[in-house]
């Protein structure tokens, strides 16, 4: 008899644990994987330009934000500028973790061809991809 009303015992909590698993099983499914990829943005957060060691160069400080759920460990984005006489890209890859919710700023550096250029219009984050 009590080894009756034990298995019972265990039996309940056995299925009851079992339906627990599913219930969880079940809600995960129905969120699409998709929702789990890195989401991200670039944007320009400052730019100067300065003259070292007789070349002219851009300096773009790009903003890099997780704006999804999972964590981002790698960053790829471009970056646009023109000048009278040259249109520049450079496509920047960042290995910066970057959690949910945080952000990171990343420097980088455009030479430019000559000496007398300047920049016409604040440079821009073409695209960006985060992974």
Not at 65 to 93: C, E, L, M, P, W
Not at 102 to 119: C, D, K, M, R
């Amino acid at each position: 008899m009590v080894t009756n009303k034990l298995f019972a015992k265990c039996f309940v909590k056995l299925v009851g644990a079992g339906l627990l698993v599913l219930l969880t099983l079940s809600s995960l499914a129905c969120t699409p994987a998709s929702s789990w990829y890195p989401a991200g943005s670039a944007s320009l957060a400052d730019h100067y330009e300065l003259t070292e060691a007789g070349s002219r160069q851009l300096v773009v400080i790009t903003h890099l934000a997780n704006t999804g759920a999972s964590a981002i460990n790698r960053s790829t984005f471009t970056i646009h500028a023109q000048t009278a006489d040259y249109d520049y890209y450079k496509t920047v890859t960042s290995d910066l973790r970057i959690v949910p919710g945080a952000a990171v700023y990343v420097t980088a550096s455009i030479v430019y061809n000559g000496e007398l250029e300047t920049g016409l219009v604040a440079p821009l984050v073409v695209e960006a991809f985060f992974e």
